[in-house]
């Protein structure tokens, strides 16, 4: 194991605090992998562990990564902590100039099988009251990332540049820098989003799927795979590494009238990344960075990838309604 003064990740071009931030997530994201390797064997990882400020079930490891982050920050320039296992934001070093929103663990409730998870953050400056310096538009922050574990555990950021993706290296603990400077592809022919909800979707977005699922034959004139996770920060990395696009709409569900991703602790971030990395990331007619959210907690429709296809959604959704439904009426392959 390292000792505590040797730099587990290097961060070329950070500022100093940013850096230091960047680090001490980067030491917990390598011991949360050591950890979610282990689960079942002295421990149940994937246990009920109540419900979080949203409601939404928590797992033993959602409760574990939230206390180990926190912990892990005081020793840094990050005052204000929000944190979407906590019902409002908590001070870790009151003398700190920046402010961090984190999804500890995204995905828990794939632990129990198996499938990769991972954490989201996003880092602010710091400003007035805690919940200030999140509820405006998220082209303000300074630094972004995630953390996948998965068969590798990858760190993935940007602190004002481009993304720079490292991986963390089993037989020395350290982070080693793989990409930088990473590009959504323009082009794929990959689209991810739950199906089954497709009843509940909006015409625009059962549009869309309609003409990719059309292929070849279709408007489109290409065959095109599906792709669906239920693990954000997997279908995030997917998307970074091959390109395509993920939907998560708004829909007529009572619960989903105003989408279900949270802004601030998922949204937001991601949405950083992928424009700092040529793609595109709306709610499926206006940049997620451009919206400011009404509360810590509030949540969003949220559309994403190659920037190509985001804007044909927002075309889609752009047309007048009648002129939508006639070409879903002409196009609606899923119904029977």
């Known amino acids: 194991m390292l000792m505590a003064d040797v730099a587990i990740i290097q961060c070329p071009g950070a500022p100093p605090d940013i850096a230091r931030v960047l680090e001490q997530l980067a030491r917990i994201g390598a011991d949360l992998s050591g950890i979610i390797q282990t689960n079942g064997i002295d421990s149940d990882l994937a246990a009920e562990r109540g419900v979080n400020s949203d409601g939404d079930g928590q797992k033993a490891l959602d409760v574990m990564a939230d206390e180990m982050f926190f912990d892990a920050l005081k020793a840094t320039a990050v005052r204000h902590y929000a944190s979407e296992e906590r019902d409002t934001v908590e001070t870790a070093n009151p003398d700190g100039t920046l402010a961090l929103a984190i999804d500890p663990l995204d995905g828990s409730s794939n632990i129990g099988v198996n499938v990769s998870i991972g954490t989201i953050f996003s880092i602010f400056p710091a400003a007035g009251a805690g919940e200030d310096s999140f509820l405006r538009p998220a082209r303000g922050q300074v630094a972004a990332g995630y953390i996948i574990y998965g068969p ?116 937001a971030p991601i949405a950083y990344l992928v424009e700092k990395a040529g793609g595109g990331a709306t709610d499926g007619t206006e940049p997620i960075l451009d919206r400011t959210p009404a509360s810590l907690h509030a949540r969003t429709p949220f559309v994403f990838g190659s920037a190509g296809k985001v804007a044909r959604v927002t075309a889609y959704f752009d047309m007048p309604p009648a002129e939508t439904s006639a070409l879903f009426g002409k196009r609606g392959l899923f119904r029977s």
């Open 152 to 267: 590798q555990c990858a760190f993935v950021a940007s602190w004002g540049g481009g993304v720079h993706v490292f991986v963390l290296d089993p037989s020395t603990r350290r982070f080693r820098l793989v990409r930088s400077d990473l590009r959504i592809a323009p082009e794929s022919s990959e689209f991810a989003i739950n199906a089954s909800n497709y009843r509940h979707w909006p015409v625009p977005v059962r549009a869309y799927i309609d003409d990719c699922v059309a292929g070849a034959e279709g408007p489109r004139g290409r065959n095109f795979n599906m792709r669906w996770i239920a693990s954000l920060v997997a279908e995030t990395h997917r998307i970074f590494m091959r390109g395509g696009i993920f939907l998560y709409p708004a829909d007529d569900r009572a619960g989903y009238e105003a989408g279900r991703l949270r802004h601030v602790y998922e949204c």
